[in-house]
């Protein structure tokens, strides 16, 4: 298992509990907007050892586990890791690109994560873009599906510019946004999701695409128009700053 950072706890990554963090190394998207470069590009391995020990010694307070990246669905050693917090009695969240459905089955059939997050690229038609790399749609719509039979979830779009064909960089669109929402509804036969949409924050020399460090946050004005129509189709979506 791959950790490249560690967060020893916050209350905000694991809603509802105080939560440990393990960001993996390595993704197999390139996001444009993505901030997690330096786990991206040759991270340090340190092993899982040292934060299972630490988890050991927050034992009386740290009530669940985050395992985000990177994408975290791409470690050989992702089960058994998560069956070690498992044996501390620690909740476990997932966050996700949806790239590997076959893992996200075999943690769901197994109850091994109580909390997935998956990350949905914008509209569907947009993904090589948004994700930066091509050939994952199937999986990214099989995914879905999964994660809405954990036992909590989230979807989630980070409204960022995206490089267009035409060498234009502009922010999502309601229409796009209204697109993806759409999509989430249509692949899972459901709309009672939470379904949250977030702000783009510009990073100097931090985003993988360093073109998009020159944009600003996504404006408010926008995040309420997408708001306002997402709403229709999926009434459980909430802003996130
Ligand atoms: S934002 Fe994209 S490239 Fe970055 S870790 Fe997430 S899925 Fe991978």
Redesign the pocket.
Known sequence: MKIGATLGFNLIDYPGKIAAVAFTTG?N???P????AP??RNAPDLGSEGFLQYLDTVKDWVNGVVIC???PTLQPNLVPFIGKLRDRDLCVKLDT?GSNPKVLERLLGEGLVDYVAM?VKGPRFLWPAT??VEGHEEAMAESMKLVAKFPEYEFRTTVAPVPRGDGEITFLTVHEMAAAAKLIAAATGGAAHKYYVQKFVPRKNGL?DARLEAFPETPVTLLQEIHKEVLKYLPNTQLRG
Not at 33 to 36: K, Q, T, W
Request: charged fraction near 10%; charge should be negative; proline fraction near 0%.
């Open positions: 993704c998207y390139l996001c907007h993505c901030h997690a786990l991206l990246g990177g994408e690109n990350d994700a930066g993988l």
